[in-house]
């Protein structure tokens, strides 16, 4: 029998719950009921040393109630990625509404969340104290205790001293809640500065189902993060490539730029299994069947080489594409192989007109005959002081894999039909410049790291790369990254958990994945992990393995959380610290990302409402645990105002002056295309890469033993992979966002909740006939690692074996009598019950949320609603 969990089983719609008779106490009833404060003094609580929660810097960002009248402040919406920029209205001290800011660059439009904002402030349910544990972590019951400030972090910063000084501080781990799905951009950088300086290389992002794919499986390929930090160019774009992205759900910012940019003419191309709002409106959609998008991507750029629709000057200049590779060992020819005095580091191309080697020096950045010289194309024979070698050019081998994805191989792949394929590779070229964004659709996958450089290698042969209208690295205004980069290093740093297994993957940037922080916790593989520091995260509803992890958050010696709501994760830590939201607390961001002209707006968000109770922002219990870590010479002593006018220096701007002027300020940048091609004393920039060229052909990765070229490989849980599951489980199943809510949040919020009350499945509706399924009917949805229920919606779009399912549900919302689901039981809907850790990239790690198998039937015993 499951576990009760009072704080999202909750279904009462009296006023006070928590003065039902017999009714167990919730945290909502301890830290909201009148006389539940118990603070007590410790000894030597005022003593020096201890950490004092009022320091400096922080009165003047406490909101004060404007006068009785009503006031509007410009501000941007924090709740994801997209920030966009709104006007709140203060009505007599509360805040009431949010609107769009059309002056702001992101201001185009606000969705329902943010709209929500007030609903999220002033929700009866936040976190309004800091909370102890006073009961053993099986029980049900966790015994929550309100503590004070002081208490709760002194506790917590004795904790950690001792774990770091017994076990070393990498058996610490810290967590964040993504930016994406929350405001956490406000404090991301103090975190991952706190864990940096704790010493701990374990920092839990979701890296590797959220980021990985745009910030690092590209990097193989540029040396840089495309598409996450080198954006699409909308503005400028000839054709947009949206590859499993939803602006419309998850970015309105990018939303509303591309329907701007199709009216001045831009094309548009969507790869998804469902038909969204974008691909409606595309000039081509691609039908993929979950997880195959590697084959598609290899097809289309297949199609591109054979018709010679690519940029042929770009990859001769700038990608490896015409260095010779040996075909006996897979690596690069370098000079060394030609000649005896020969230099290791420099590599060999072909000289066309010529007929011989040519050597190009990355040095220099140059070959010794024209990069027109070069060919892209054969198979060369070679002498060398050992004896003959055979060569091919990168872009020759490239290219052939891409030709084994013929467009009929494609369809039968992926569904996707051989003309389509056909019709996006002509788009992707003839309406070049090429601005792609890809994201959750394609993370989230067993072939994550390869498919994404897939994908990237069709930017490539457009020559897109920072060009205008394709993926630019947008002006910045100059800070310092304060995050990870200039501190001191210690004399032996500690190795990240999953380094071993995975040299090249997240952990290498200091990333830990869910399936290691779990291991390392139950198994104290490679080492112990005792310790968990957690800002936000819900990892229980937010990774697979759901029960493991359970198990795993349990063993820990010491957690601590810090959150605006009480989750099923959060309910297993011994302190919890109650988060003030982005509408509440000040924050400062330089730069809205999504174009040049957001990019030069700097702004300090100020709070519209007080906080609940004593929630304080992330970013202040950052610093006030820094102090108590003795980490105070890297936190300013606690001091943020003064980390804030750091970050300001560069731009000479004022903090004051900042906070006088919540509109903010525009900082004049000049856009620049290309620079890779920039020279320094004669040299080009180049790219980031052991070449210094787009590397078409990573000798890195098949150094560490994977595929050096991009290459499709079949979603490790699915029909081709696993022909033993498919008879009992023949659906594939993948997952999408929900338009009202980011990840497990928002599910209490009444405006947001009344639209959606329940859990969904969508699936095709002959699949939905031949297992006697109606429209609504309640479903469970099983694989191989469990079940859990929803309501099914007939979707005709789909393939019909391909269903989509919802994550992230578990809240309730009284207010609407929506119940919450039980999150680690087959009769709630928790998602990611559903899949298991067992089958990953093997390169990072990346989780198949995206592409499983699956059978779905009627619920046995329907729910009452
Ligand atoms: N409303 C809302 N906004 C959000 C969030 C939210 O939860 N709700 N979350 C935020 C976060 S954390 C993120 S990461 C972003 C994510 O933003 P997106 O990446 O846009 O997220 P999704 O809409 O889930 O996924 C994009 C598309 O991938 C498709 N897809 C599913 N499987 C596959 C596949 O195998 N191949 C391909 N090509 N496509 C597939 C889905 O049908 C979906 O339309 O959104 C952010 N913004
Ligand atoms: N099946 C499936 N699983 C997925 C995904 C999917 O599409 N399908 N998406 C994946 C992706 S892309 C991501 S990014 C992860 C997201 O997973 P998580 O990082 O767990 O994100 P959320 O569920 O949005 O939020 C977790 C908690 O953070 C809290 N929170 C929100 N804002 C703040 C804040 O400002 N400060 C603090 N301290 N806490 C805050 C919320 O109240 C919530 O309790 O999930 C991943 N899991
Ligand atoms: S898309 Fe919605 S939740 Fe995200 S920032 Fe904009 S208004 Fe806020
Ligand atoms: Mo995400």
């Known amino acids: 029998m499951s576990r009760a969990h009072p704080c999202w089983l909750v279904r009462e719609t009296s006023a006070d719950p928590g003065r039902q008779p017999g009714r167990r106490t919730s945290h909502a009833d301890v830290i909201g009921a009148p006389g539940a404060r118990r603070r007590r003094t410790l000894p030597g609580q005022h003593a020096e040393g201890l950490l004092r929660w009022q320091h400096h810097g922080q009165g003047h960002r406490r909101w004060r109630p404007a006068a009785r009248h009503r006031s509007a402040s410009p501000r941007n919406c924090a709740l994801c990625v997209s920030r966009c920029g709104a006007i709140a209205t203060v009505e007599g001290g509360r805040f009431v509404r949010l609107d769009p800011d059309p002056s702001h660059p992101t201001g185009q439009a606000l969705c329902a969340k943010g709209r929500a904002g007030p609903e999220l402030v002033y929700h009866r349910d936040r976190l309004k104290y800091p909370l102890r544990r006073t009961r053993p972590k099986g029980d049900p019951d966790p015994g929550w205790q309100r503590i004070g400030w002081d208490e709760a972090l002194e506790l917590t910063a004795s904790r950690l001293r001792a774990l770091a000084a017994e076990s ?45 794919g745009r910030y690092f ?3 193989f390929t540029f040396g840089a993060p495309v598409p996450g930090r080198y954006l699409p160019d909308l503005e400028n774009a000839g054709c947009i490539l949206f590859w499993g992205y939803n602006p419309n759900h998850a970015r309105l910012s990018h939303a509303t730029a591309t329907i701007a940019a199709q009216k001045r003419g831009a094309r548009l191309v969507v790869v998804d299994p469902r038909r969204t709002e974008p691909a409606r409106r595309a000039d081509a959609w691609l039908r993929v069947r979950p997880g195959t998008d590697g084959a598609l991507a290899l097809g289309i750029a297949g199609v591109m080489i ?17 260095l010779l590779v040996r075909s006996d060992t897979g690596r690069l020819l370098t000079e060394a192989d030609l000649s005896e005095g020969g230099d290791r580091g420099r590599y060999v191309a072909w000289d066309r007109p010529a007929g011989r080697p040519t050597v190009y020096d990355p040095a220099r950045g140059r070959y010794e005959v024209d990069s027109a010289d070069l060919a892209l194309f054969g198979e060369y024979a070679l002498e060398t002081p050992t004896g003959g070698v055979h060569c091919r050019t990168a872009f020759d081998l490239a290219a052939a894999r891409c030709r084994t994805y013929s467009p009929e191989r494609v369809e039968s792949i992926t569904g996707v039909e051989r003309g389509e394929v056909e019709h996006a590779a002509r788009l992707l070229w003839e309406a070049r410049p090429l601005a792609y964004y890809a994201w959750s659709g394609v993370e989230m996958q067993t072939n994550a790291t390869q498919i994404a450089r897939a994908i990237a290698q069709l930017s490539v042969l457009t020559g897109s790369f920072d060009a205008r209208g394709g993926n630019v690295l947008f002006p910045a205004i100059p800070t310092p990254v304060v995050g990870s980069q200039g501190l001191p290093q210690p004399e032996r740093p500690a190795v990240g958990l999953g380094v071993a297994e995975r040299p090249l993957g997240p952990a290498r940037w200091g990333f830990a994945t869910t399936d290691e922080l779990y291991r390392g916790i139950l198994d104290r593989k490679p080492y112990a992990v005792r310790g968990l520091v957690g800002f936000g995260t819900n990892l229980l509803l937010s990774h697979g393995d759901v029960l493991r992890g359970r198990e795993a958050l349990a063993a820990l010696d010491f957690y601590v959380h810090a959150d605006l709501f009480m989750n099923p994760t959060a309910e297993l830590a011994d302190i919890v610290l109650p988060v003030a939201s982005g509408f509440e607390r000040e924050a400062l ?13 700097v702004q300090l968000r100020r709070p519209v409402a007080a906080p609940p109770g004593e929630a304080r922002s992330d970013t202040e219990i950052v610093f006030v645990l820094a102090v108590g870590l003795g980490l105070g010479d890297h936190f300013w002593q606690g001091n943020i105002d003064a980390a804030y006018r750091r970050q300001l220096g560069p731009s000479g701007l004022s903090l004051d002056w900042l906070r006088d002027h919540p509109e903010g300020a525009r900082v004049a940048l000049e856009t620049r295309y290309r620079k890779f091609a920039d020279e320094v004393d004669g040299v080009p920039v180049s790219f980031d890469m052991p070449t210094r060229k787009i590397e078409l ?52 919020l009444p405006s947001l909740r009344r639209k959606a009350m329940d859990p969904e499945v969508e699936l095709h509706p002959s699949a939905a006939a031949k297992r006697g399924i109606a429209a609504g009917d309640w479903v469970s949805i099983e694989t191989p690692d469990g079940s859990v229920r929803a309501r099914a919606r007939l979707n005709d779009t789909l393939q019909p074996d391909v269903v989509c399912g919802q994550h992230g549900w578990w809240q309730a919302c009284r207010d609407v009598g929506a119940p919450g689901y039980e999150p680690f039981s087959p009769d709630g809907a928790n998602y990611n019950l559903l899949i298991g850790n067992g089958a990953i990239d093997p390169i990072s790690g990346s989780v198949p949320h995206r ?4 059978e779905i039937r009627l619920a046995e015993h329907p729910r009452d609603r």
């Open 306 to 322: 054979e018709r010679g629709w690519f940029d042929e000057p770009f990859i001769r200049e700038w990608t490896n594409g015409p």
């Open 697 to 748: 052909y990573s000798e890195t990765l098949l150094a560490h033993g994977y595929p050096p070229l991009p290459e499709y490989q079949e979603p490790l849980v699915g029909p081709v992979s696993r022909p033993d599951l498919v008879e009992r489980y023949p659906l594939i199943l993948t997952c999408t966002k929900h338009t009202l809510f980011c990840e497990s949040q928002h599910r209490a």
């Open 589 to 601: 961001k330089l730069g809205f990302e999504v174009s040049p002209e957001a990019q030069s707006l």
């Open 168 to 212: 070393g501080p990498e058996s610490v781990a810290f967590s964040l809640v993504s930016p994406s799905t929350s405001a956490s951009d406000d404090s991301m950088a103090w975190v991952e500065r706190l864990t940096r300086t704790f010493g701990s290389p374990n920092l839990v992002v979701a890296m590797e189902l959220c980021g990985w």
């Open 217 to 219: 499986a590209t990097g």
């Open 851 to 854: 592409a499983y198998l699956c």
